[in-house]
């Protein structure tokens, strides 16, 4: 379940005096803000359990990191629903056969429109050291009404380059490097799962370690995600740590 990446392109709407300079040692303190935009469509009824399993544990990996977690949980459909808003990742309830019941399209767009207003607002009043959205769906955009992929593009592509959020993008029955781009995503921050219960169970878990990662890299954005190098700093600490951030920014500077 390999990631795939242009290393070409890595440098997108990142400052390139900035790409690979090594973040301090991240505080105690640091906060980021996760949202989860997950899809709940029909075709998602075959890794229903799975799904709910893998979900469950990526927020529970996430409260037993260092730091403060908070998350914003959209699930969507036809429609979208905002579950939690910005509260912390300990107190999201978890999904259940009952809060998570598959049905309907896929009004994607929307669902992230949606959640990036919110986003928008909180990061305004609150500024948190990090934003990270994690867009994980099995199927193409088919029933959004508000927002478009060009208004979704011109969204992503902004945040990024001027706010510094960051944004991962985990798909399904779809090429999701291409999903990703035209969506305005970054590259090396999209990963192709099969949907299956065990493709389902596995991406959650590989997301995590990313994310995970990405608050041990302490800074706003990163070079790429979804590299060996990258994802080894998810369990290290100290010393080890940064001597894995330094071996990350020379790899990077390679590419």
């Known amino acids: 379940m390999a990631a795939k990446k242009d ?14 300079v090594m973040p301090p040692e991240p505080p105690a303190d640091r ?12 075709s998602m009824e075959s890794i229903r359990s799975a799904t709910i399993s893998g979900f469950n544990e990526f927020k529970n990996d996430q409260a037993r990191a260092a730091g403060t977690a908070l998350m914003t949980l959209t699930l969507f459909d036809t429609a979208f629903n905002t579950v939690s808003t910005a509260v912390p990742v ?4 978890d999904l259940t056969l009952k809060s998570y019941a598959p ?11 949606h959640t990036m207003k919110l986003t928008d607002d909180y990061v305004a009043k609150h ?38 959020y960051e944004f991962i993008y985990l798909g399904a029955n779809q090429d999701s490097y291409v999903s990703g781009q035209q969506m305005g995503i ?7 799962y099969d949907a299956t219960p065990d493709g389902a169970r596995a991406v959650m878990s590989r997301a995590s370690m990313n994310v995970r990662a990405h ?8 070079p790429e995600m979804f590299s060996v190098d990258f994802e080894a700093m998810a369990d290290l600490e100290g010393d080890a740590l940064e001597a894995q951030k ?3 920014v020379r790899e990077a500077e390679k590419k």
């Not at 608050?215 to 990163?222: D, E, Y």
Request: glycine content about 8%; some cysteine.
């Open 7 to 20: 290393p070409k392109n890595v440098h997108d709407h990142v400052p390139a005096a900035d790409s690979y």
């Open 31 to 42: 906060t980021i803000l996760i949202n989860f935009v997950l899809d709940k469509s029909g």
């Open 90 to 93: 300990g107190d999201v309830l």
């Open 103 to 113: 049905d309907g399209c896929t009004a994607l767009y929307d669902a992230v429109g």
């Open 127 to 164: 500024k948190p050291d990090q934003v990270l959205f994690v867009i994980m769906t099995d199927g193409q955009e088919n029933s959004s009404r508000e927002f478009s992929r060009d208004r979704i593009f011109r969204l992503i592509e902004e945040r990024q380059a001027n706010a510094g």
């Open 186 to 192: 970054r590259p090396g921050r999209m990963i192709d």
């Open 215 to 222: 608050r041990k890299w302490a800074a706003a954005q990163a």
């Open 246 to 248: 330094a071996k990350y």
